[in-house]
């Protein structure tokens, strides 16, 4: 008979992308410190986002689940955090007028440290030293030194982890996310960053605006009141340290954040992570890339969701601008045919990043809406529902990704990329993809 599920069952089963850590003792030690620490989250947030995500599911309402790649300790300055979530609340107010429909903020932010590597060891004028996992394992930097893992990053990665979500709340709650600073934010936005040429963008703020002015949109409900965290459940130990039981129901919650994913290199159904996910009441994404197998599905659904709870399960499709014609129909089909409740999200990035004969990681702002098209155009051919989009941006004016009405170029690349890990949407590539998702959602 099968055992039944503790937190720590994931360890009977293969575990991908876990770091070597050079001291056992040393990683007890700070997993009981993290263990002893409070909870981030708490098991009625979780179960609030559940019913929201279903709702999401039936097209009620639209998710914008969005943040870095991965965040770093550097990068976590009261002002950098507050950009990325005002950039969210203008896209909420795009969408929310455009469409018009209530829009669920979900960011990638507040845990997001660990990188799954799709190369374990990186090699730079013939040195070779491990891949940088992110900094809750290991620093960027390119010594032995600084990218050998050490677990007191776990720590800091759970209070900076607090630190973030105690902002974000403080923000959600003290009246930031006020529709009235949003509009001033947004006239700002237009004067400061986006100029003449953006004739196309600033139009349409500008109704925005007017019409929140007049208050004819009675859809835009004036202050949002929630918002919510989410990250790649990677690094299992972690994971595990943050995972307790509700008071009231006895269920268990992995209280990292509210909702996490499982990575497209770890999603295999007889794998560590799909089992530790398995026994969490939270809500669950499941990255899908190309290579995903069909076959595959009911053995997840029926692991990580034999209730067939609607929610539960969100599937990220980031099949790429060129495959996902092909690759979707077969998965949505099967999902049909099986009746799972699944809430379908488009991640138009991770499946069309490639490198530059420079060096850079990039994507271009064109490929990325290009599948965002084609994901919308085949829920509609199977009369299915797009439930939302799952992307990666930063609140600053950085060149990245290509294209999009700045026009960036790849030779406009080095004069302001930042990223830790995969290229970002900057700040005005961020706002136009609300706009193109509006148009999408209108047709
Ligand atoms: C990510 O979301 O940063 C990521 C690594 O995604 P995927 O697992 O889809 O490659
Ligand atoms: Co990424």
Redesign the pocket.
């Known amino acids: 008979m099968k055992k039944k599920w503790q937190p720590n069952s994931w360890k009977n089963y293969s575990a991908l992308q876990q770091p070597e850590w050079p001291n056992k003792n040393e990683l007890s030690r700070n997993l009981t410190e993290i263990e002893k620490a409070p909870p981030l989250v708490f098991a009625g947030e979780v179960r609030k986002l559940k019913e929201k995500l279903a709702c999401a599911s039936q097209g009620k309402c639209f998710i914008l689940q969005g943040g870095d790649?991965?965040e770093t300790f550097a990068d976590s300055s009261a002002p950098s955090v507050r950009e990325k979530y005002k950039i969210l609340l203008q896209m909420n107010t795009i969408l929310a007028y455009e469409i018009p429909k209530d829009v669920l903020l979900i960011g990638?932010i507040a845990g997001?440290f660990a990188?799954?590597r799709t190369s374990q060891t990186e090699t730079h004028n013939g040195v070779t030293l491990q891949s940088y996992r992110g900094d809750s394992i290991n620093d960027i930097k390119f010594t032995k030194e600084a990218r050998t893992p050490d677990p007191k990053r776990l720590v800091q990665a759970y209070h900076q982890s607090a630190s973030t979500l105690n902002l974000l709340r403080a923000f959600t709650m003290g009246g930031f996310a006020d529709l009235n600073k949003i509009h001033i934010w947004n006239k700002e936005f237009i004067t400061s960053v986006l100029s003449e040429s953006h004739h196309h963008l600033t139009t349409r703020i500008d109704e925005i605006l007017a019409s929140i002015k007049n208050n004819e949109q009675e859809v835009l409900s004036k202050t949002i009141t929630d918002f919510y965290t989410s990250h790649?459940a990677l690094i299992l130990d972690y994971e595990q340290a943050l995972t307790r039981r509700d008071s009231l129901t006895n269920d268990w919650v992995d209280c990292s954040a509210h909702t996490l994913?499982?990575?497209?290199?770890?999603?295999q159904p007889n794998g560590a992570h799909v089992e530790f996910l398995s026994g969490v009441i939270n809500p669950i994404g499941i990255?899908?890339?190309p290579t995903f197998d069909v076959d595959d599905l009911p053995l997840l659904i029926n692991k990580l969701n034999p209730q067939n709870e609607p929610g539960k399960i969100a599937l990220?499709l980031?099949l790429g601008a060129e495959q996902i014609g092909e690759k979707l129909p077969p998965i949505i089909q099967k999902v049909q045919k099986e009746g799972y409740q699944i809430s379908w999200m488009s991640?138009p990035?991770?499946?069309n990043t490639y490198t530059t004969p420079s060096g850079y990681k990039t994507r271009s702002f064109d490929t990325i809406l290009t599948e965002l098209k084609q994901f919308f155009e085949i829920h509609r051919t199977e009369g299915t529902t797009p439930a939302g989009i799952?992307f990666?941006f930063t609140g600053e004016n950085v060149t990245e990704c290509l294209g999009g009405t700045q026009m960036i170029e790849p030779s406009n690349l080095d004069e302001c990329y930042e990223t830790a890990?995969?290229p970002r949407l900057n700040n005005v590539q961020s706002l136009e993809l609300a706009f193109a998702v509006a148009d999408l959602l209108k047709k």
């Open positions: 790649c991965a990638r997001q990188k799954p790649e994913w499982i990575g497209d290199r770890t999603r990255k899908i890339g990220v980031r991640d990035m991770h499946g799952h990666e890990c995969d």
